[in-house]
């Protein structure tokens, strides 16, 4: 069972970046699809960029144009740039690996990094 770990998150002031990154155990070419999601206080987890083995990228439409979903192959390694922080992107963002499985996909977690953004 892989395992993530991001990193990156903390204390920012609005308009300011940053870049979260998510660590896996083993290779990320092993997954189907890796994707960053956050969940703000009292609301529910959304989605907000995926990346494939060959790089494609899909964004969630509220955050196409700031956020950058990337990989990093040999270091088993997934980014995302946040530019120009806004409050509403206060969250715990998460790491997200898929395996995709004729019966039933693996999805894998990380434990999360907390973006606080101070206006």
């Known amino acids: 069972q892989v395992h993530l770990v991001e990193s990156g998150g903390g204390l920012v002031q609005v308009g300011e970046s940053l870049r979260l990154s998510c660590a896996a155990s083993e290779s990320i070419q092993d997954f189907n699809v890796m994707g960053w999601f956050r969940q703000a206080p009292g609301k529910q987890r959304e989605w907000l960029a995926i990346?494939?083995?060959?790089?494609?990228?899909n964004y969630a439409a509220s955050v196409k144009g700031r956020f950058t979903i990337s990989r990093d192959n040999p270091k088993n390694m997934v980014h995302l740039q946040i530019n120009g922080l806004e409050p509403e992107d206060t969250a715990v963002y998460y790491c997200k690996a898929i395996e995709f499985r004729v019966n039933g996909n693996n999805e894998y977690w990380g434990q999360g990094t907390q973006v606080t953004v101070s206006s």
């Open positions: 990346i494939t083995p060959n790089g494609a990228t």
